[in-house]
């Protein structure tokens, strides 16, 4: 199970092809193109061989990771936004521990998905599909969903978790599932929306025909 973590992170950037190596690639056509944590499947092309995948070591252990949920582990690392800005501010935290967090990126990145592919391509049943969609995933978090209202606090309540995260002292860590097992990382669509159009040309374009 995954919970928001502070993890180093090997490139400094939060980007949809991080080049993988020979090796690497051939452990992601092993692993399917498929994200550990949310299932999603990466579709290689020329221009993106990773697919917006990567690997992170967690607890010792190589994970190959769609790039949002890489970031779940990784919060303390910018996201390149549209415009080639670093977003430090990528994504809020809330306390959810029913709904699993590779469940949550899932649905939050077909909303994100599918509500960029609807405003360039004008649908009027895709738009009411995506509206119901919103909908549910929002009741759904409400009412599972104890500290909603901090979600509104503009202030980067991101940040100072990632910090708790990284200096908590080795007896924490081990006792991490315990103290951080119930947190969820939920990432920012705006801060998203490159890395989601570069999804968009790749791995929903076959889904989208
Ligand atoms: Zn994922």
Same mark, same amino acid.
């Given at each position: 199970? /995954?919970?928001? &973590?502070?993890l180093p992170s090997r490139i400094d950037c939060?980007?949809?092809?991080?080049? %993988?190596?020979?090796?690497e690639f051939k452990a992601m056509k092993k692993l399917n193109f498929t994200c550990d944590c949310c299932?999603?499947?990466?579709?290689?092309?020329?221009?993106?061989?990773?697919?917006g995948l990567e690997f992170v070591s967690i607890k010792g252990q190589l994970k190959l990771l769609c790039i949002?949920?890489?970031?779940? =582990?990784?919060?303390? &690392?910018?996201?390149?936004?549209?415009?080639?800005?670093?977003?430090?501010n990528h994504g809020r935290l809330i306390y959810c521990p029913e709904i699993p967090q590779g469940k949550i990126i899932c649905v939050v990145r077909d909303i994100f998905a599918l509500g960029q592919y609807q405003?360039?391509?004008?649908?009027?049943?895709?738009? &009411? /599909?995506?509206?119901?969609?919103?909908?549910?995933?929002?009741?759904?978090?409400?009412?599972?969903?104890?500290? *909603? %209202?901090? *979600?509104?606090?503009?202030?980067?309540d991101l940040v100072g978790y990632a910090? *708790? /995260?990284k200096y908590a002292s080795p007896e924490l860590i081990k006792n991490e599932k315990a103290v951080f097992g119930g947190i969820r990382y939920l990432p920012d669509e705006i801060v998203y929306g =490159?890395?989601?159009? =570069?999804? *968009? =040309?790749?791995s929903y374009t076959p889904l989208l025909k």
């Open positions: 199970m /995954y919970h928001p &973590r502070a939060g980007v949809f092809n991080n080049t %993988p190596s020979k090796v299932r999603f499947k990466g579709t290689p092309t020329k221009q993106y061989p990773s697919s949002m949920c890489a970031q779940s =582990q990784m919060l303390m &690392r910018p996201v390149l936004s549209e415009g080639g800005v670093k977003e430090f405003k360039a391509n004008p649908n009027r049943p895709l738009r &009411r /599909y995506v509206e119901e969609l919103r909908e549910s995933f929002v009741e759904s978090l409400l009412s599972r969903c104890t500290n *909603l %209202p901090s *979600l509104k606090i503009s202030n980067n910090s *708790l /995260y =490159q890395l989601i159009k =570069q999804w *968009l =040309q790749t």
